[in-house]
Structures are given as C-alpha cells and as structure tokens.
C-alpha cells in the first residue's frame, strides 16, 4: 500500500487509481482539486471546506467562493451563548490522500466566536472516497468529543452553494414525497412575516409515509442533470431532517443533513455513509444507487395479489357515524347497498371495498357488528356475494388504539391520547371536548394479553371467511419481538393458509421503510402529491394510495402515476365515501377512461421502470408527464395541467432505452385508447406534438422499435 500523500494548498500530486484523480491543474489560489468518478472537488487548502464543485456532463454543481464554504457544521450551546457554532469553515484541515479517499483532518475545531475556542475541544476527520459503482462520491465523518459536555447536534454534509443546474426557473429539490422549486419558492417573504417562520428555510422530515421526505434520498436539478444524496441508513437508525437554507444574499441553496443523536463528552461518533451521485440526465438516473441499497435491505412479507397489483385503485365505504343508539339515523350504508356498489367498483376499475365504522373500534376482543350493520353472518354472506362479483369486501380493523376497558383488561394505565368521536353534527365535528365516547390510548403491543386477543379475534373472522382485512395504524416502534409486526405476520401467514389470493391493507404510521412492507396498499390520509420517486422504488408493493372525493385533477395525475386511487365521494354536507360514483357523472367518465387505459398499457404500470418526466429535454409546465420504460420501448401518460392547447415535446429517449437508431416509432393514442398517429423516428431525439387536450385531458404516448408485434401496452 502507497504510503498517503500530503495535499498543499498550490501543488497537488497527480494520482489516478481506483476512479481517483487528484488534479494538479490550475485550483483557485489557496485551493487543491480532487476528482473522485468524474465529480472534481475544490477543497480551500486551510479549512478543507467544499469551495465548488463540477462535473463534465452536469457543469458547476456547487460554488461557494464567497466564504461560505461547508462540509461539516457542530451546535455547541454554552449556559452564556446557546447559538455557539463549530464548523469547517472556522478551522485549520489537514488534507491528505491516498489511493483511493481524500481525507480532512481537524485536530480541533474552530468556533463562531473566537471566546469560546478552548473549551470546543473537539477532532474531526471527514473522508470524500470514490464509491465502486463509477459514479457516486461517499462522504463520512467522524468525531471526537473531548470537551466535558455533549454535542446535541451535527450537520453533515453540510453542501453550501448548490446552484440551479436547470435554471432558476426548472431546477427542482425533490424528494420521495415532496418536490420543491427552490429558486423560486424559497424567497424571504417580503410581508412583515415572523423571520423564523420564512419560507427560505425549510426542513425536510424523512421516516413516515405522510412526511416530506419519507425515504432518506433526494435530488437537486432538472431534466438536463443534477445532484442525487442519499444516507446509508435504514431501518431503525434514526430518521434525521435535512435542512434546505437559501442563501438571499447569494440566491444558492445549502443543504445540512442532520445528525440528532447526542455525542456525550468523552466518546466518538461516525455519521454512516452519504452518497452523492452527479446525474447528466433526470432524478431516474440520479435514484439509481440509492435504488439499490433500498433493494438489499427491503423485503416484502407477501406478493401482492395480481388483483392488487393491477387494479386502478379500491373503494372505501364508511357504514355508520358510529352512533348506534341512533337506529334512524346512523346507517350510512346497508349491507344491501354493498353488492351494487361492489358491481359499480367493479365498473371503474376497482379491486376491493374497505368497509370501515361496522364495528366498535379500540375494543378487545373485537366485538360483533354494530346492530343496524347486521349479524356476522349477514355481513358474511353479503361479503360473498361481492366476492362473486369479482370485489371482495376487506374488514376495517383497529386494534392498536385501546379504550378504557381494554386498557384495564390488558393491565395498562389508562391516559387519554386522543378521541375519534366524529359526526356531522357535532361542534367540532372531531373530538369535541365535550364527548368521550371513542377516546383512546395506544395499546401496548408487546403485552401478551393484547397479543392473544389480536391473534383469537382475527382467528375467529378468517374463519369465517373474512381473508381481506386493512389495519388501522400500522405503528411499529422498535424491533423487539413481540411487536405489532407479530401479529401482522402471524395474520398474514394465516389468511393465505385460506386463501392465496388474500390482501391486506395498512395505515402507515411510522418507519415506512419497515411498516410498508407487510402491507399490499396503504388506507393514508393522503391527497394527492408528486411522489414518483417513492413510487419507482416501490414496483413490488405496496400500492401507495390517493384519497379521491371528486378532484379530476387528482384522479388523472394519480392514474398516470401509478398510485392507488382509494375512492370514496361524498353526499354534500355528509362524510367521505357516503356517496355513489355514478352521482357523479365526470367523476365516473374519467375513472372508467383511467381503467380502461391501465388495462390497455398494465405491462407498463406493472412492470415498467417509472422514470416520470425524464424523457423530456426541457420541462414543460403546462403538463403533468409521467414515463414507463423497458430496455427497448417506453409508455407515456401526457396530462393537460392547462387550458385547452397542444403540446410540442422535446424527447431524449438514448439514456433509457437500448435500441438503435432508426428503429423508433412513436405511437399517440387518445383518452380512448385509439391510435391518431404513427411516426418513424431516425433519432432517439425527437419531438411529439400532442393533440389539443382539454384542461385535465390526456394522450398516451407509445414509444417502439419500428415493426414490433409487442405494441399497445403489450411489452415483454
């Protein structure tokens, strides 16, 4: 092994090994270059902050030549100075590197106030390592804490001075559940606003499905390249934020991913691995290896069900408001009404019927329907004979919300958490501080006594027949067993033993990188919102779903997205789900072209790579464009966000499909499924005018090679 070379600040040895190239050519005075996988690297030779940053096939990712250079940032509150600040960019480095890493040394770190500088008596050693995979740059940092109090918090990578690779105008920050435009979004508001409530900061929340981040990955760019992060953590390592800051005086983003596990006096702490990948193209490309260690440490419970798998989406149908003294005025639903509606879902493409409120929740042993839903054997033959129709009826359960006589029967304290009293007359008409009557507490899950009724209640309804069942709150804490994921297992293994075909749906309510996988869809409350990266990641299950009342907008942006549609419209002044679909006639007319489409194309949806609108050469605003692809033909669903008008799109297909040039044809189809137009294309580069579509209209894209029998939606 070469012994390490040290890095001035002017020369810089030349070394190429393992995708490592340390470059001696022309760095900013006081600067020294690194190029790990193609990304060079300008470290300021006295801090060893990042100065700027490129790449030959995206430009100039980051530059911070300002002063405000980062890589490593430490809170440090003393009694008399709570903001105290230890960072990089108040240090002296040592830089050193080798074969195959760049390493930074502080020997102490420096502070925001030079006062304060002997008692920050810490060490930090930041190494910037060429990943295997060609592309990506690993950053990891470790600290020694020799002061005599803890270190609450560390940011690390700090990134300070990412620029808009795309423009202003198209450059994008996006993650698996949220995408931002920051350099035109993240303005200080110029209103008398409270500053620590400005918009140029936000704090981005990764671990739980209705986060803003949800996955630890995320993306800065556009469709002509950027920048990929992601943390190598999983699982039940902590979900730390990620900090985005825009700059006012400069107009560049920082980004600080954020490290909450206090460091005690007298020990050390190491951050994991990040890793930044530059992308010439868009997010799809960038994802990709974080796609992969998402595959290594992901692992499904069960298959989900073809029924499932292919299905536009299901219906929820709440039956009562949960009053059952009031026999008049309760029902929501009869169980009569559930074979029509099952033949209505059946009509618009959906799978199953979530039968929510049919039985009093938070009880244990879970008790016997509500007297004005009917017996457990009417439920039962009613559940039949939408079984028969083709949409099976999944029982609503909820069980990790406990009330006072659960708690008691478990052995457990009872504190009030929250109330799920609801109905359309009261004042609030959720939670009134006045009711009482469905307040609950969280059940103890490990309790052996929950464990049981958990294990005989379900026994007794799938064997009765009751194999489709959706769990309310998915909620799991930590990994000792026994645990929710018990009884969730035990639940799944024995449905299947009755039959193969079984679903079952779930709240996700914690880490979603755990809690998604025993589920086949999530009941959430979630509206609609552009998650298409989460949506890639997940083409083995579960189906991610979108509530619908009757949003066109929110039904076709989902259809093209491959979410899960969870509808359920509402009669005026009553609750979700308490309406038919046909009252809703455009409603009704969209879902069925929606279907009808998904039918046409489901190899596409089912086992295309997502890579939304990637394929574009410029970003076009007034379309919502979502993209399917296999190694040699591609689908794309083409939304009008605007008002009536056709649509010149700049196509790119070379880095995502493996075919020659002169073998393309490009096939549009209507909101019906028909062909209006065929065109060869002698380029992978080339440009599709879309027909005039409607405000919410849509066309389908086909992308082939030319004489292919596979074609509408039949891919390999």
Known sequence: MKAPIRVYPIALALCVSAGVTFVAAAPALGATNVRLNGTEIELDANTGAI??????????????????????????????????????????????????????????????????????????????????????VIFTCRIENRSEQPIPQMLFPDLAGLLPTAGEAHTQLRTC????????????????????????????????????????????????????????????????????????????????????????????????????TPHAHGWAEGIDPYRRWFTQNYKRLCPMPERIRNGLGFRTAWMTQRAPADPEGDNVWRLSDLPDMATEAKAHGLAEIVVWSWCQPFHLPIPPPY???????????????CERIGVPLSLFVTVLGADRETAKR??????????????????????????????????????????ADVHDSLKALIDKGFTDLTWDQVKLTNDREPNMITAIRWIREYTRQHDADASFGGESTSVAEIDLEPVDFTWNWRNYSDTRPLISLLADGPRINVNINRSIPDVVRSFADNLYLNVMPRRP??????????????????????????????????????????VLVEPNPAIHLTAYCFKDRMLAVVVNTGPRQAHDLQCDVEPWLEVKAGELEVTLFDEGGHPTEHKQ??????????????????????????????RQGQAP
């Open 410 to 451: 478990h052995g457990s304290v009872w504190r009030k958490r929250g109330s799920y009293t609801r109905h359309v007359e009261l004042l609030p008409r959720r939670g009134a501080w006045y009711t009482s009557s469905y307040d609950y507490n969280y059940a103890d899950v490990r309790c052996a006594g929950w464990q």
């Open 177 to 276: 559940g949220t995408v931002i435009s920051p350099w035109t979004e993240m303005q200080s508001n110029p209103s008398g606003q409270f500053w620590v409530e400005d918009q140029d900061l936000v704090v981005l929340r990764p671990g739980r499905l209705l986060s803003n981040m949800i996955f630890r990955w995320l993306d800065v760019g556009g469709t002509r390249g950027g920048v990929s992060l992601f943390a190598k953590r999983w699982g039940w390592d902590p979900a730390n934020n990620v900090y985005a800051d825009m700059d006012q005086r400069t107009m560049k983003l920082r980004l600080m991913w954020e490290h909450a596990e206090a460091i005690k006096a007298g020990a050390s702490y190491d951050s994991g691995e990040f890793w930044l």
């Open 51 to 136: 100065v700027r940053m490129t790449h030959p096939d995206v430009g100039t990712l980051l530059d911070a030549s300002e002063g405000n250079a980062g890589l490593l940032e430490l809170a440090y509150p003393l009694p008399e100075f709570e903001p105290l600040r230890l960072a990089s960019r108040f240090s002296t480095a040592r830089i050193e590197v080798n074969e195959h890493e760049v390493t930074i040394h502080y020997e102490r770190l420096g502070s925001s106030r030079t006062a304060f500088n002997e008692r920050a008596n810490f060490s930090a050693t930041v190494k910037l390592a060429a990943a295997d995979d060609g592309k990506s």
């Open 573 to 614: 002044e009553h609750i979700n789900g308490s309406d038919w679909i046909r009252n809703h006639a455009e409603l009704s007319r969209v879902l069925k072209q929606c279907a009808r489409l998904r039918r046409q194309f489901l190899p596409y949806f089912t086992g295309g790579r997502l890579i939304g609108d990637c």
């Open 681 to 710: 294309h002698e380029s992978k580069q080339f440009t599709v005018r879309t027909p005039a579509l409607e405000p919410w209209g849509l066309c389908v894209i086909e992308i082939v090679p030319t004489g292919s029998a596979s």
């Open 371 to 385: 007297p004005q839903v009917g017996t457990i054997d009417e439920l039962l033959a009613t559940a039949r004979q």
